[in-house]
């Protein structure tokens, strides 16, 4: 099974620029199994989630196909890093009792994955899968980035992105459907750093390939203007996770 790649080239800077996930979902997800034995964090990327996950498991399998993502993994003791795939994991049948993928589901195949999700989970087994939208910013910013986003790179996106701009709304799966709050990711960063974010999509690096120039530094201008003379402003974003009960 062939497999897309788009962020290898870019690892160190997806663990650099990419926001991070509030705490309270890690500890909402602790909450929905009774053992916590194993976690599998799938398309793992930097570790960002499977650390938060260790916080809450004796053991994290934390897995993806990108060699490169995994080199700047962050290290953390109960933490296991490997190269595998969401359809092939490589763990023991019903050994998981969590199974969560963050801003990932979309690459994966979706049947071969389920099938996957039933060889390793363990007996109460949850899944949970998230994503994120567009971030918000400001009245003056927002439209610079709505710009970039579905102007300069309409056409760009990969098909699979279509269930990102729609938070896995219409994920269906054969299991028990659970209910999940929402959450707000916010941080704090400066004008380089996000532009240093838009520069981890996988459109822009798609645009790059194809054009030779860089899309973010069309909108540079309009952005630093509109970011004005502060060093640093509040950015939001909104999650909303879908878990299931195997």
Known sequence: MTHKDLFSAHSAD???????????????????????????????????????????????????????????????PRVRYSIASAESSGLSPGSVNLTTSSQAFHWFHRENFIAELRRVSAPGAVVAIWCYDVCKISDELDPIIEHLYN?????????????????????VMPFESISMPSFEMTTEWSLEHLIGYFQTWSAVNT?????????VAIVAPDLRAAFGSSKSRIIHWHLQPRAWRI
Not at 151 to 171: H, M, N, Q, T
């Open 14 to 76: 997806y663990r650099s620029f990419r926001p991070t996930y509030p705490q309270a979902l890690f500890d909402h997800l602790a909450t929905l199994v009774t053992m916590h034995d194993v976690a599998w964090d799938v398309g793992c990327g930097n570790g960002q989630s499977s650390v938060e996950l260790a916080k809450h498991f004796g053991t994290v399998h934390a897995t993806d196909i990108s060699r490169e993502q995994l080199k700047n993994a962050i290290q953390h």
């Open 151 to 171: 102007g300069i790179l309409k056409g760009y996106w990969e098909s699979e992105r279509a269930l990102v701009d729609e938070l896995y709304a219409s994920v």
């Open 207 to 215: 645009y790059i390939q194809k054009n030779a120039h860089d899309p």
